[in-house]
């Protein structure tokens, strides 16, 4: 699989030099012989870009020879065989996307996420991870079970490293009221939860049943920020997983929801005790 942190960083040298030259995507598009729309994919790093096509757009933006080559070689290491992370010897047993995901989230300075239905992956137990992929809506092996808990749980290393991602997680009431794995295994988790939102670098707040309807009903959703900008947002649906381009409108979302959720204190005294009544 390309690699997908190579990509965003090529997307976003190029947007830097065309905003030097003064073009606009349309314009820079055109110089190209390529579509707006996908200049706008390569520059947010959704897809790779042809040799003809990055030396198109570096001689409309009056790149020297020096940018010219560096940026090459950068658009070469876009069509190598992953990002030699952690995850590679599972590369055969996840999608090319899902793989994405986590070499953003290795590099991410910050990870907003929201739970509608279940525990987001990097906030899961084994125990209620493996409840999941169990019942989950994809059918699987037990030997497959096993490979993407244990991808999952590696996953969760980001949380633990020396200068970890800031981490804002939202829940709906509904998932930590909802049996994954019965009653044991969901107070674990839940417990695990208010473990984790003791941590300085992560806020975890839950949308009561009370709020009602709420801007979150579409859906889980996954916005991974970086030191240089250009957000990153991830969705899971039955029709695959999703890359959106709207990024903005998610932030929108986001923070919507924030606002229906309880405070963190109130959140985790909510999870407390929810906890409390599976004894």
């Not at 065309?18 to 579509?35: E, F, K, T, V």
């Not at 959704?46 to 001689?59: E, F, Y």
């Not at 998610?250 to 919507?256: A, E, H, P, S, W």
Request: overall charge negative; charged content about 25%; some cysteine.
């Amino acid at each position: 699989m390309a690699s997908p942190t190579a990509r965003r960083k090529l997307g976003i040298e190029l947007r830097g030099l065309r905003d030097a030259a003064g073009l606009n995507i349309d314009q820079a598009a055109s110089a190209a012989g390529i579509s707006d729309s996908h200049l706008s994919r390569i520059e947010r790093g959704r897809v790779g870009v042809r040799p003809l096509t990055l030396k198109a757009l570096l001689q409309s933006y009056g790149a020297d020879a020096e940018v010219t080559d560096r940026l090459a070689k950068t658009a070469a290491d876009t069509t190598k065989r992953g990002d030699r992370g952690w995850w590679q010897p599972y590369a055969a047993a996840i999608s090319e996307k899902y793989a994405s995901l986590i070499a953003f989230e290795s590099e991410a300075t910050s990870i907003k996420a929201f739970g509608s239905m279940v525990v987001p992956g990097l906030l899961q137990t084994e125990d209620y991870a493996r409840a999941l992929l169990q019942r989950g809506p994809v059918r699987l092996k037990a030997d497959e079970i096993d490979t993407r808990v244990a991808v999952r749980t590696s996953r969760q290393a980001i949380l633990d490293q020396n200068y970890p991602p800031s981490t804002w997680i939202i829940l709906d009431e509904g998932v930590i009221r909802r049996m994954v794995g019965g009653a044991e295994v969901m107070r674990r988790q839940i417990l695990h939860l208010v473990d984790i939102a003791s941590r300085p670098n992560i806020d975890l707040q839950v949308i009561p049943y009370s709020a009602g309807a709420h801007a979150g009903t579409l859906g889980p959703l996954v916005i991974l920020g970086f030191p240089e900008g250009d957000d990153v947002v991830y969705c899971e649906t039955y029709a695959g997983d999703l890359y959106p381009e709207a990024v903005a409108s998610y932030g929108d979302v986001f923070n919507r929801l924030a606002q229906d959720a309880l405070s963190a204190d109130s959140s985790t005294e909510l999870l407390r005790t929810a906890a409390e009544g599976m004894k």
